[in-house]
T-cell receptor, first 114, second 112 residues
Framework: ETGVTQTPRHLVMGMTNKKSLKCEQH?????MYWYKQSAKKPLELMFV???????ENNSVPSRFSPECPNSSHLFLHLHTLQPEDSALYLC?????????????FGPGTRLTVL | GQQVMQIPQYQHVQEGEDFTTYCNSS?????IQWYKQRPGGHPVFLIQ?????EVKKQKRLTFQFGEAKKNSSLHITATQTTDVGTYFC????????????FGKGITLSVRP
């Protein structure tokens, strides 16, 4: 499946580094999402962008900074992360406003913070 | 807040056995979705149920939406090793249809 792509697929970073995760959707959807998936925890919704406007910020620490320059691209900028931020970061997209609002997920970025 | 619950989180079955899991919401849902995540993979949409009491089938998988639209079930007939993975249910957040609340998922393992 290539509807939603994410880069990089794996990332190891130190606590003082700055990095960015990239997501691109090729489905013409109008909403994009960042989720965090840790072991033993459900999918945690971090940010939602609908029509390029951020409509959700679920009390995410400021060391995570999202950016949505257009409806096809979504970034997650990372700086001064903590080891507990190590997780799988999943991007998803959907077409809202219609009956079927399934979310299409990207393959994820496996992040390890040392 | 709105919760979607899936218990237990893990289940092990012998290949060929049937498997049923349930999903319960603290609120009435306009619809419910099911996703499957294979080991090392990402969640993939399986199905959406909208109507009260709705039943949908996909090959050996049967999905049902409860009459009160607060619970759902997934039944797999004659499990196969390809059924291994984590199955999540999700419901739209009340008043915010673009967002989903996911359950913790149930991880199914199948002994060959």
């Amino acid at each position: 499946e290539t509807g939603v792509t994410q880069t990089p697929r794996h990332l190891v970073m130190g606590m003082t580094n700055k990095k960015s995760l990239k997501c691109e959707q090729h489905l013409g959807h109008n909403a994009m999402y960042w989720y965090k998936q840790s072991a033993k925890k459900p999918l945690e919704l971090m940010f939602v962008y609908s029509l390029e406007e951020r409509v959700e910020n679920n009390s995410v620490p400021s060391r995570f900074s999202p950016e949505c320059p257009n409806s096809s691209h979504l970034f997650l900028h990372l700086h001064t992360l903590q080891p507990e931020d190590s997780a799988l970061y999943l991007c998803a997209s959907s077409q809202t406003g219609q009956g079927l609002n399934e979310q299409f997920f990207g393959p994820g970025t496996r992040l390890t913070v040392l | 807040g709105q919760q979607v619950m899936q218990i237990p989180q893990y289940q092990h079955v012998q290949e060929g056995e049937d498997f049923t899991t349930y999903c319960n919401s603290s609120t009435t849902l306009s619809n419910i979705q099911w996703y499957k995540q294979r080991p090392g993979g990402h969640p993939v949409f399986l199905i959406q149920l909208v109507k009260s009491g709705e039943v949908k089938k996909q090959k050996r998988l049967t999905f049902q939406f409860g009459e009160a639209k607060k619970n759902s079930s997934l039944h797999i007939t004659a499990t196969q090793t390809t059924d291994v993975g984590t199955y999540f249910c999700a419901g739209p957040v009340t008043g915010a249809n673009s967002k989903l609340t996911f359950g913790k998922g149930i991880t199914l393992s199948v002994r060959p």
